[in-house]
T-cell receptor, first 113, second 115 residues
């Protein structure tokens, strides 16, 4: 059984650019969520995907968007990057209905200059 | 509006002693509470959870206690080991019908277990 994987591990972008982060869910997990963790803070919920559709969103603007693919892998896209987008981006997967067991990937650290 | 609070940013405990990490919450609609451990350069690792209808859950060296009237939960680690040194996050889930189950995290407590 493979765990949650994310790519890339690190990324440097400049303001105004666009970025795509990728996540492969743990085998058998059909629900994926994305979180943003700023320095010194706990992770903040961005959105969740199930059956390739977004079915919940946190307090993030529309320039944060995502996709889920038939194999349950997922992408997070951020347009018009701002300096405050610098953070660790975490992907978590679970089986729908098993809300108490979410498993996280190692994260992608994004730096916006 | 911080719904889940961990008021102690850091804690130092001697090896073999008990570590107690605390967490307070404000939202009475939370269904589950979870504890995650995080090492640098890794994602959070699930440790233990507790349903809002229970007051205690135990798994090996880890026990979580929930006091609903006080809106408080705590994680006890006995005995503490050097490998337990990490940042511990308290998280809570609320899942109203038709919405996503999202985790709401505290800001974390850094545990240092000394020899």
């Amino acid at each position: 059984e493979t765990g949650v994987t994310q790519s890339p591990t690190h990324l440097i972008k400049t303001r105004g650019q666009q970025v795509t982060l990728r996540c492969s869910s743990q085998s058998g997990h059909n629900t994926v969520s994305w979180y943003q963790q700023a320095l010194g803070q706990g992770p903040q919920f961005i959105f969740q995907y199930y059956r390739e559709e977004e079915n919940g969103r946190g307090n993030f603007p529309p320039r944060f968007s995502g996709l889920q693919f038939p194999n349950y892998s997922s992408e997070l896209n951020v347009n018009a990057l701002e300096l405050d987008d610098s953070a660790l981006y975490l992907c978590a997967s679970r089986i729908r209905g098993k809300q108490e067991t979410q498993y996280f990937g190692p994260g992608t650290r994004l730096l916006v200059l | 509006d911080q719904q889940v609070k961990q008021n102690s940013p850091s804690l130092s405990v001697q090896e073999g002693r008990i570590s107690i990490l605390n967490c307070d919450y404000t939202n009475s609609m939370f269904d589950y509470f979870l504890w995650y451990k995080k090492y640098p350069a890794e994602g959070p690792t699930f440790l233990i959870s507790i349903s809002s209808i229970k007051d205690k859950n135990e798994d090996g060296r880890f026990t979580v206690f929930l006091n609903k009237s006080a809106k408080h939960l705590s994680l006890h680690i006995v005995p503490s080991q050097p490998g337990d040194s990490a940042v511990y996050f308290c998280a809570a889930i609320s899942s109203p019908v038709g919405t996503a189950s999202k985790l709401t995290f505290g800001t974390g407590t850094r545990l240092q277990v000394t020899l």
